[in-house]
T-cell receptor, first 115, second 115 residues
Framework: GDSVTQMEGPVTLSEEAFLTINCTYTATGYPSLFWYVQYPGEGLQLLLK?????DKGSNKGFEATYRKETTSFHLEKGSVQVSDSAVYFCGLNQLANQAGTALIFGKGTTLSVSS | GAGVSQSPSNKVTEKGKDVELRCDPISGHTALYWYRQSLGQGLEFLIY????????KSGLPSDRFSAERTGGSVSTLTIQRTQQEDSAVYLC?????????????FGPGTRLLVL
């Protein structure tokens, strides 16, 4: 079945460092890909998404490009801030019967940014 | 507008008791999902409702778990004869469900602790 694998954390960075969180997937067909973020004490919220190959999702300085050839959707940010400290989840869902399916998530990567 | 709401926010129960968790999706969203977030397991899909179609129950871990959605809106997740391994955060999400790339909006979750 479909699955998502993301790098295990925790990832610890200094402020203004470059961030990459790797995410690869296994799926049939053409899934949509997502990054969700969970800030401390808050609920899960969408960070960015891409629905077809070569699409780039971006938000709050974060970017991820849907790479079908490498089945990847790596999350990047050029200069992290302390406020980016959170748990990041990579996910995918499929289109079935003209409707989306439930999200399949990776296990999450904890990012800790220090000043 | 109002987001997805869940109640209670926290629930402590004794092993063997039944619990009910409630989810109010965003008005107009036809799709509703239940997920479970537990330590070491990440985010797991439990059950999915789409309009008037039969729910996708493929993620329910045992027959002690059930869910219903009344009138296409509010949903209740019921866990019977709770076990300690049921302790987790139970998340509800909803979406407009027009296609696979539709964003799912998550509620704050119900933190369940089974003693």
């Amino acid at each position: 079945g479909d699955s998502v694998t993301q790098m295990e954390g925790p990832v610890t960075l200094s402020e203004e460092a470059f961030l990459t969180i790797n995410c690869t997937y296994t799926a049939t067909g053409y899934p949509s890909l997502f990054w969700y973020v969970q800030y401390p004490g808050e609920g899960l919220q969408l960070l960015l998404k891409a629905t077809k190959a070569d699409d780039k999702g971006s938000n709050k300085g974060f970017e991820a490009t849907y790479r079908k050839e490498t089945t990847s959707f790596h999350l990047e940010k050029g200069s992290v801030q302390v406020s980016d400290s959170a748990v990041y989840f990579c996910g995918l869902n499929q289109l079935a019967n003209q409707a989306g399916t439930a999200l399949i998530f990776g296990k999450g990567t904890t990012l800790s940014v220090s000043s | 507008g109002a987001g997805v709401s869940q109640s209670p926010s926290n629930k402590v129960t004794e092993k063997g008791k039944d619990v009910e968790l409630r989810c109010d999706p965003i008005s107009g969203h036809t799709a509703l999902y239940w997920y479970r977030q537990s330590l070491g397991q990440g985010l797991e899909f439990l059950i999915y409702f789409q309009g008037n179609s039969a729910p996708d129950k493929s993620g329910l871990p045992s027959d002690r778990f059930s869910a219903e959605r009344t009138g296409g809106s509010v949903s209740t997740l019921t866990i019977q004869r709770t076990q300690q391994e049921d302790s987790a955060v139970y998340l509800c999400a909803s979406s407009l469900q027009r296609g696979g790339g539709e964003t799912q909006y998550f509620g704050p979750g119900t933190r369940l602790l089974v003693l």
